[in-house]
């Protein structure tokens, strides 16, 4: 089979590229970059994603059985990248988000009503507002995702995918994804203050018992390439994520363990946690999801136990110095809290590490 991977450089695109090539398929790689010397064997074409009519003629000459499109970010971007192809790929699958629920809407504030039920399938309710996210947050967000645009939603890039008569599309709905090369570094707060030998973890109570989806990049990248090789994921939607979904807390636990970390974690109550450890939105509103339908129908499982998975990402992180907001890890106010609560008689961790 031949896929072209369109913007394939960045977090999940060289694990994707690396398992499709196990797999015997030919990979096209359409970038902005430069040539990747990880993969100096590959097709490569150059050119912008945000202008991809420019390319049309290149990008069709290729005659990819199925394109994965990594870096859609709208729905302008994805009728464009529907009319490139149609009469060419048998296929497109394009990346999605869990932010497309109605979920992501109510722990925002941004959607009337009750909380949505978890776990989340891929028949929940999605959001009814559009661009959940403000000016202000895309242009940080672009500091480290380059490729989203201002008209960013993920709505519009599935209604796009899914409802070409022509083409069929597949749509995969991703989770937090976590692991090396992880621009956001998500395990970053648990992994700084390990390294620099914090005594205790603090968790607001609140965010403590958030439920959120997650997956590691090459267990993500497996779902992607499962669906692109398999006939059956045509004109399908499917969560991909982690089961079951950890909250904060269990999720700390786990990296902690990982770490071989023998400190404290202090769940702290809300009106005395610092302000820095806090999340806006209303936490009662989980993001917890359900992967059954990946799992049933095309026989997905994850390929790098969890274990594995969250000692090579803390490794990585170690090894990678990364961009953090100073701000974010008040290691003043973190003390003043432990301090205040070591004057008080009785008062325990709700977890403590022991070297046993």
């Known amino acids: 089979m031949r896929v072209l991977l369109i913007g394939g450089r960045g977090f999940i695109g060289p694990s994707i590229i690396e398992q499709l090539q196990r797999a015997g398929h030919d990979v096209i790689l359409f970038d902005r970059g430069a040539r990747p010397e990880l993969f100096t064997e590959l097709e490569y074409i150059q050119g912008d ?50 932010d497309v629920y109605r979920a992501c809407g109510v722990l925002h504030g941004l959607e009337p009503g009750p909380l949505q039920a978890v776990p989340l399938t891929e028949e929940s309710d999605l959001r009814t507002k559009l661009q959940t996210y403000s000016a202000e947050a895309l242009a940080h967000a672009r500091k480290f995702l380059s490729w989203l645009d201002d008209e960013y939603d993920k709505i519009p890039v599935e209604q796009a995918v899914m409802s070409d008569p022509e083409t069929p599309g597949t749509v995969l709905r991703l989770p937090f994804v976590y692991g090396p090369r992880d621009q956001l570094s998500r395990l970053l707060p648990i992994v700084k203050r390990i390294s620099d030998g914090r005594r205790a973890i603090l968790l607001d109570e609140d965010v403590a018992q958030w439920r959120a989806p997650r997956g590691y990049v090459d267990n993500v990248a497996a779902a992607i390439v499962l669906a692109a090789t398999s006939d059956q994921a045509a004109r399908r939607i499917y969560n991909v994520a982690e089961q079951p979904a950890y909250s904060e807390l269990e999720w700390t636990r786990k990296v ?54 969250l000692r090579t990402t803390i490794a990585w992180v170690r090894e990678h110095p990364q961009q953090f907001d100073a701000s974010k890890f008040d290691y003043a106010a973190e003390d003043a809290y432990l301090d205040q609560r070591a004057g008080k008689a009785g008062s325990g961790p709700i977890m403590k590490r022991s070297n046993a």
């Open 256 to 309: 902690v363990d990982a770490a071989e970390w023998r400190g404290e974690i202090f769940v702290v109550p809300s009106g005395l946690c610092p302000e820095h450890l806090k999340m806006p939105g209303n936490l009662q509103q989980h993001w917890a999801p359900d992967s059954g339908r990946i799992r049933r129908e095309l026989g997905y499982r994850e390929v790098v136990p969890l274990e594995n998975a």
């Open 49 to 98: 994603r945000q202008h991809l009519a420019d390319y049309a003629a290149a990008v069709r000459k290729t005659r990819p059985d199925v394109v994965i499109d990594v870096v859609l970010s709208s729905g302008r971007q994805a009728a464009e990248l529907m009319i490139t192809f149609r009469g060419i790929a048998r296929r497109i699958v394009a990346l999605s988000s869990m």
